[in-house]
């Protein structure tokens, strides 16, 4: 095989290595920052938009008991409202 040949070959290899060394650099950045996300929005706390029996909407955290328990507007709309 003539020298400039099994150069051509190595330089190509070089090349090419280069290639997917910037691929496999550039896919694990994108990963670790999607994971980076991902961590962040899940240890946000969750709030949700809750309707009460008043029809009035309200931004509520999941992890607190008004979530759950009805306020004294809606007591009051629903003691008045079955009148």
Do not use: K
């Not at 009460?52 to 007591?75: A, F, H, K, S, W």
Request: hydrophobic share 45%.
């Amino acid at each position: 095989m003539p020298e400039n040949l099994l150069r051509a070959i190595w330089e190509r290899h070089a090349e090419r290595a280069a290639l997917w060394r910037v691929l496999c650099l550039g896919s694990a950045v994108l990963t670790a920052l999607a994971l980076l996300l991902s961590v962040r929005l899940l240890n946000r706390p969750r709030e949700v938009i809750r309707i009460g029996c008043d029809g009035i909407p309200q931004l509520v955290r999941l992890d607190t008991e008004q979530y759950t328990e009805p306020n004294e507007r809606e007591m009051q709309a629903f003691v008045l409202g079955g009148q």
